[in-house]
């Protein structure tokens, strides 16, 4: 390390538990652009792990460098501290982010930028939110704070209600988000399981944060496991359906022939809601027939009358499709897609028959022109 680098930098932490990372940090670097760097890298790594004590240590030490980008970056890195103690320093956080906005380099200006706007979403004042993130997209374009945006104004389309909207705009970003760091990818992920509750695809979001959790990074994000288990709590409670009659006559109160038609739809597209909760197991004849209260035969006529096809037909149009939508769309593997649509490993030559008498294309064929995003470690070939 330089004399003039010895003379003008703190010599230990301020906090002193990391008194020893701090003098470690300081051994062998020779300039000032050399300790900050490492400074920022661990700054990164300390917030993605989310280490606040150490995100505010890197801060102080940054905000300390006689280079005002630098102190800049630290603002940058207190502000982020200053948030994860909750609502009681919002408003420092804030004022820190903002210090950030106005001399910050590029990359923090943006990440500043996103940071207001999640400040804003905290404190609902949506319309302030809505721009910071239209600013942050406009400011970097395709960069991971924009994808980040982008996912900011989804959650905000959530809040209002338009969920279909929300599920389109992160579907959107999701061939790109595999390039993104591995938390905003995760985070993306997850709040793409969020919004396919919502509108009760549950199956597939019940693979998409079963994926998110077996990341090791899981354990620092509460929010995710917490995503598995709502997901799972609503699939539970709609493992069984029943059909209301006395609804069906209000609604249609008509000559009996009409009535009865109605009760017909009701209970076949009650069985259908049931075998699209339950594809990942099997699932019988008689079973479906009990969720409707009917005899096996009973319900094959009915089913055959209002479809054209038998319930175990159906099942396995179900079931292909949604292998369908899984490969084109997922990060699951072949045999973890086969597992959430009811086969069972070993049975992948049926699976496979299956779907090309479908599709014409083999799984691992249709995967491969349908989703060139997806990422081949995981393919399980």
């Keep these: 390390m330089s004399n003039t680098t010895k003379s003008s930098l703190f010599m230990f932490s301020p906090l002193p538990k990391y008194a020893g990372f701090y003098q470690e940090l300081l051994s062998g670097t020779v300039n000032y652009m050399q300790l900050a760097n490492r400074l920022i890298q661990l700054g990164e790594r300390a917030h993605s792990l989310r280490q606040f004590d150490s995100v505010r240590e890197i801060g102080l030490l940054l905000s300390n460098i006689p280079v005002k980008h630098y102190q800049a970056i630290g603002c940058y890195f207190l502000a982020v501290a200053a948030n994860s103690m909750g609502n009681g320093d919002q408003v ?210 009915l089913f055959n009358l209002e479809t054209g096809l038998s319930p175990g037909e159906y099942l396995i149009r179900l079931r292909m499709e949604k292998a369908r939508h899984s490969l084109a769309t997922s990060f699951l593997s072949i045999k973890q897609v086969m597992a959430t649509v009811g086969y069972d490993t070993r049975s992948r030559s049926n699976f496979v028959r299956q779907f090309k008498s479908y599709f014409d294309l083999t799984p691992s064929e249709y995967r491969k022109r349908f989703f060139t995003g997806i990422d081949r470690s995981v393919e399980g070939e």
């Design 92 to 301: 420092e956080a804030g004022r820190l982010f903002q210090l950030a906005v106005d001399s910050a380099p590029d990359t923090y200006k943006v990440k500043s930028i996103l940071s207001l706007g999640a400040l804003a979403v905290n404190r609902n004042d949506f319309d302030s939110a809505s721009r910071y993130f239209q600013e942050t997209i406009r400011s970097e374009k395709l960069g991971t704070a924009s994808l980040q945006a982008i996912r900011g104004v989804s959650v905000l389309k959530s809040i209002e209600g338009f969920h279909k909207s929300a599920i389109a705009d992160v579907e959107g970003i999701l061939p790109l988000v595999r390039f993104a760091p591995l938390t905003v990818r995760l985070d993306c992920l997850n709040s793409y399981a969020v919004e396919l509750s919502e509108v009760g695809r549950l199956q597939e979001a019940e693979s998409i944060s079963s994926l998110v959790i077996a990341s090791p990074l899981s354990r620092y994000y509460p929010e995710w496991q917490e995503t598995l288990s709502d997901v799972r709590s609503k699939r539970k409670r709609r493992s069984t359906v029943t059909i209301s009659r006395p609804q069906i006559e209000e609604e249609y109160e008509a000559e009996p022939e009409v009535l009865e038609n109605a009760l017909q739809t009701a209970r076949i597209r009650t069985v259908i809601d049931f075998m699209s909760t339950n594809l990942e197991r099997r699932q019988s004849l008689s079973e479906l027939a009990n969720v409707v209260n009917l005899s096996s035969s009973h319900l094959s006529r």
